[in-house]
Structures are given as structure tokens and as C-alpha cells.
């Protein structure tokens, strides 16, 4: 399941005292000192989902006689956007209906976690959850809703706070029929 132990602690703290220097602040200063090793830290946390396959939570799945519609959501997650290397964050809905294969409930929280925690796009991750729930329990339908506030926009650029971006991946079930679809956007959306 891992890769390695995760990402080279020294390079990152070399690279943000460069980084640091570069941008023309002083890394010795007091307020900068411990500032890379702190960075190569949380890094280390944050991006610990390039070292792990989230699919892995998955395979501990029981048989099951219920063929109904289970969802989990307002599922929190942070993330970081690749293109800025700033935070997005939000909550993700995950919906499925099983084939006879279902999953414990956080192993669902996990699955979004281990994508989220990696340089990500917003419509990558989503894709990237409803990929691994259809591929290893092989449901009759998934469905993932993400809606995040990206600082990439809210800090810089249009500084919009407060926007929302949403998207979904749709898979079997809830792709062909819009009425199962109706159901679980009402379901998701119905109780916030």
C-alpha cells in the first residue's frame, strides 16, 4: 500500500528556504527560523495520499443483501489546489448503490480523504473517488457531489469569498437514470 515512507523532509526544507529568499525575506530571521521545518511537517501530513491507494480502503467490504441506495455525506476534507498550491476545502457526498458488496461508512470518508490529500484538482478528485468505489465494490451505481471554497479565488485574483464551486461524477445507475439521480441530490441536498 505504501510507496515509501513519504516526501524528503531536507529537500523541502532546503527548497523553502530558497523559497523564502526568493520572494526577498530573510529564512535566519526569527519568525522564519523554524519556518521550512514546519512546512516540511505539515507537507509530509497534508500530502500523505501521494504515498497511499485510497482504493486499499475498499477491499474490506462485506456481502450484503441490500441492494438500496447508502450515502454518506458532508464528508469535510482539505485539499491543495496543484495549480496555486493554495488550500480548497469543503465537503464531499458520497452515494452508492451496492451489488450485493458494501463498505463500513468511514471507509467512504477515507477514500475521499486519501485523493484529497495530494495536489488535486477539484473535478480530478472527484472523478478519482467515483472511480475507486466503481471499481473495487463494483456497485450498480456511484454518485460523488464536491462543493469547495478554493482560496486560490477567495485570497487572489477575483476575491470572491464565500463562492462555491460544485461538482459531480456520476457512474452507472445515477448517470442513466435521472430519477435515481433526483434521488440522491434530494437526499444530499434536502437536510443541510
Do not use: W
Not at 500530502?47 to 454518506?72: K, N, Q, S, T, W
Amino acid at each position: 500500500m505504501t510507496t515509501t515512507a513519504g516526501p524528503d523532509q531536507a529537500r523541502i526544507r532546503a527548497a523553502v528556504i530558497e523559497l523564502l529568499q526568493a520572494i526577498g525575506d530573510d529564512p535566519t530571521r526569527e519568525g522564519l527560523r523554524d519556518t521550512p521545518r514546519r512546512i516540511a511537517e505539515m507537507y509530509a501530513e497534508i500530502f500523505e495520499g501521494l504515498f497511499i491507494d485510497p482504493r486499499e480502503h475498499l477491499r474490506v467490504g462485506f456481502e450484503v443483501a441490500h441492494d438500496e441506495m447508502v450515502i454518506l455525506r458532508n464528508i469535510p476534507f482539505y485539499s491543495m489546489c496543484e495549480h496555486h498550491f493554495l488550500p480548497f476545502h469543503g465537503e464531499a457526498h458520497v452515494g452508492y448503490i451496492p451489488d450485493g458488496r458494501v463498505v463500513g461508512i468511514s471507509k467512504l470518508a477515507r477514500v475521499v480523504e486519501g485523493y484529497a490529500r495530494r495536489p488535486q484538482i477539484q473535478e480530478q478528485l472527484t472523478s478519482q473517488i467515483a472511480e475507486a468505489i466503481q471499481e473495487v465494490l463494483q456497485p450498480d451505481g456511484v454518485a460523488v457531489v464536491i462543493e469547495a471554497e478554493h482560496l486560490c479565488m477567495t485570497m487572489r485574483g477575483v476575491k470572491k469569498p464565500g463562492s462555491l464551486m460544485v461538482t459531480s461524477a456520476m457512474r452507472g445507475d445515477f448517470k442513466n437514470s435521472h430519477v435515481t439521480r433526483a434521488e440522491f441530490l434530494s437526499l444530499v441536498h434536502g437536510h443541510h
